[in-house]
């Protein structure tokens, strides 16, 4: 406890003092610890959100932390007027894992889907030298905050309040072709889908989908653009998401774990996206791709081989699959599991906030998608110990 403050007064503090944009859970989360948070007081949760899907090597990770202190002794910031080598290093790491050919970091996963819609703007603009193209984006998507994220966000209840939003933008349904095909015209520059929907309630586009988008694109010079903030960096088994499937996009976001908490994102294209969109003049950052940020990205790659962590996680999510199977399979509340690898969905009939704030005084941190969706997304290095005592803690909490 520093300098003696209880949580309590801590939470007092906050909620005079930041804006009320987030109903938090009362708790004030101090340390970290592999798949462990303690809170201001001492107590020990085990975490299954990570952040919500950012902390993919746990907590307290040495080779990491070291790699950090020493980019911040060596130099944090510079400009992008300037080449910099984590910049040059990540890039080319970040090149290795997608197959993707241009990298352009940014500060955010919002940012990085801004960057995915100004990119797919002027591809169209090249194109035909109109300036009126539109993108087709999926109902219950969740692509971020920003004014461009969120007009491409499918809740109306984020929009509403703040239209207009950029404009163009058409929204079909995930895993129904026709509901894209019947809106696509000769304005279409882009589709943009999250390959696995998150924060909509953990929905993974099925793969007979994305092949036929795929081929409509082709056909049509459509980009095909996926948003893998949450879905990417190991998460599902894969490096990303869209590698199961044979098929590739023209565009691709990254963030949340790129970083494993160093605030970064990216957006990334395929050679013919870069020869056709954005150029010199057309885009920038003052923080993006800085130095630190950079030393981040370029040590979560290094580690994600190092400690096998994409082998981890496809073993690692059969148990948690099977775990929540048998866990939804004694609720008759429980609706349904889905999801993949270690991004995975409980649908409840009923609002699960109440579960959540009972798991959590037991010391396990869990987090919706929806009102009726638990969802999982722990530290990618979490052990099926630790799958045990979740399920545990979890059990007491719907038993009550
Ligand atoms: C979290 C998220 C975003 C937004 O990222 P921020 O870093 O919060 O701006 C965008 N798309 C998806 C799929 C996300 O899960």
Redesign the pocket.
């Given at each position: 406890m520093e300098n003696g403050m209880s949580m309590q007064a801590y939470i007092e503090e906050a909620e005079r003092d930041l804006l009320h944009t987030y109903n938090r859970y009362q708790v004030v989360f101090d340390r970290g610890e592999g798949v462990y948070l303690y809170d201001t007081e001492g107590k020990k949760y085990l975490d299954f959100v990570a952040g919500?899907?950012v902390f993919a090597l746990g907590y307290g990770n040495q080779d990491y932390n070291s790699a950090l202190k020493e980019q911040i002794d060596r130099i944090i910031h510079t400009s992008n007027y300037y080449y910099n080598v984590p910049a040059i290093e990540a890039a080319r790491k970040l090149k290795k894992v997608s197959g993707m050919d241009r990298v352009f970091f940014t500060?955010?996963?919002?940012?990085?889907?801004e960057g995915a819609i100004k990119a797919a703007r002027k591809y169209g603009y090249l194109k035909d030298g109109c300036a009126d193209h539109e993108i087709i984006a999926m109902e219950h998507?969740?692509?971020?905050?920003?004014m461009g994220?969120l007009s491409v966000t499918g809740n109306p209840h984020y929009r509403e309040p703040f239209e207009p939003g950029i404009g163009n933008i058409r929204f079909a349904r995930l895993n129904d072709f026709e509901s894209v095909e019947a809106l696509v015209n000769e304005k279409t520059c882009a589709v943009l889908l999250?390959t696995v929907?998150?924060?909509g309630g953990i929905f993974p586009a099925e793969e007979e989908f994305l092949k036929k988008l795929r081929d409509l694109c082709d056909k049509k010079d459509i980009l095909l653009i996926l948003?893998?903030?949450?879905?990417g960096m190991g998460r599902t088994g894969f490096m990303f998401a869209w590698q199961k499937y044979g098929i590739k996009p023209d565009i691709m976001?990254t963030?949340?774990a790129l970083g494993c908490g160093v605030?970064v994102?990216a957006f990334l294209m395929t050679e013919k996206v870069g020869a056709h969109s954005l150029t010199a003049g057309d885009h920038g950052t003052t923080y993006g791709g800085n130095p630190l940020a950079c030393a981040a990205v370029s040590k979560v790659l290094d580690l994600f081989e190092e400690d096998h962590i994409i082998e981890h996680v496809r073993k690692t999510a059969v148990y948690l699959e099977r775990c929540l199977d048998e866990l939804a399979a004694r609720y008759d509340f429980i609706t349904e599991r889905r999801g993949a690898g270690l991004m995975q969905g409980l649908a409840f009939d009923r609002p699960v906030a109440g579960y959540i704030t009972k798991a959590l005084e037991n010391g396990l941190v869990l987090i919706n998608a929806g009102a009726n969706i638990i969802r999982f997304v722990p530290p990618l290095v979490i052990g099926e110990e630790d799958i045990d005592k979740m399920i545990e803690i979890l059990d007491g909490a719907l038993m009550q």
């Open positions: 919500i899907a500060n955010s996963g919002a940012e990085a889907v998507s969740f692509h971020g905050r920003t994220a999250e929907q998150g924060e948003d893998e903030i949450q879905c976001t963030a949340k605030p994102g």
